[in-house]
């Protein structure tokens, strides 16, 4: 095929994966005829926009269940924001505490103001914004393996690391939730996600409401590693009592 500029291989690629379902990255790049590391990057921006799902060695046609509506960007950039600073409120100085990689655990990032935080994170994107806030936290990072899909460290090293030390609070995301099993996603990689809980006091779920209810192959962290969960003023107050007969703090964010 002959080569086009970035804009239009990226749109031309979310319409390869809408006709076929699923396609591999080694398909792609001799398709277009370039570098598989170039369609990796093009497969992440293209997830981060909400057109696809990445998947090993591959990406995927997004579930009907995940797409966002058009005009939706802006609204859930509140909600997050909305999340964040609700949960900013329950940390207290000198915490310590984990903050995992994702949109919404980076917008608390933005929030935060509390004095002598230690602050694990397995995402550099949030480790570099973490070292730029006046508050002056102690930043640690976990290590370990990258991985392109989440662009966070993950694996045994990030785990082993993780296990040296002991947390106040999690802060962490979710792709969906499954009102009877927990958070889910569609990342196989959930080993370090549990991990963390495993090492902290206090686990708060921190995602909005549109994601409550999607039920997703993976499950992350079961009911009875969660102690709240923070979402939007969108949530309904069925659902809402069906989380908490599991046990579950719920946090509105106005």
């Not at 655990?105 to 006046?134: F, R, W």
């Not at 993950?154 to 802060?171: C, H, I, M, N, P």
Request: charged fraction near 25%; glycine fraction near 8%; hydrophobic fraction near 40%.
């Amino acid at each position: 095929m002959q080569k086009r500029n970035t804009q239009q291989r990226r749109q031309a690629i979310v319409k390869i994966v809408q006709q076929q379902d699923e396609v591999s990255v080694e398909h792609l790049a001799s398709l277009f005829e370039t570098s598989e590391v170039t369609i990796r990057k093009d497969l992440t921006i293209l997830e981060e926009g909400g057109f696809l799902l990445r998947r090993y060695g591959g990406a995927m046609k997004m579930p009907e269940g995940l797409v966002d509506e058009q005009g939706e960007g802006e609204n859930v950039s509140i909600q997050k924001m909305a999340i964040a600073k609700c949960a900013v409120e329950l940390i207290r100085d000198h915490n310590r505490i984990i903050v995992d990689s994702g949109r919404t655990t980076g917008a608390l990032v933005k929030v935060l103001h509390q004095t002598g935080l230690v602050i694990m994170t397995n995402s550099l994107a949030l480790a570099n914004e973490l070292i730029s806030l006046e508050c002056e936290p102690t930043v640690l990072m976990t290590g370990g393996t990258w991985d392109m899909r989440s662009e966070s460290f993950q694996g045994k090293v990030a785990e082993q690391v993780l296990r040296s030390y002991d947390f106040d609070q999690l802060f962490i995301g979710a792709d969906g939730l499954d009102l009877a099993r927990g958070t889910t996603t569609f990342n196989e990689l959930v080993g370090l996600s549990q991990v963390m809980a495993e090492v902290s006091r206090e686990v708060i779920v921190l995602i909005e409401s549109e994601k409550i209810g999607r039920k997703m192959p993976n499950l992350e962290l079961g009911w009875s590693h969660i102690d709240k969960l923070i979402t939007d003023n969108q949530l309904s107050s069925t659902i809402r009592a069906d989380i908490e007969q599991q046990g579950i703090e719920v946090i509105i964010a106005k």
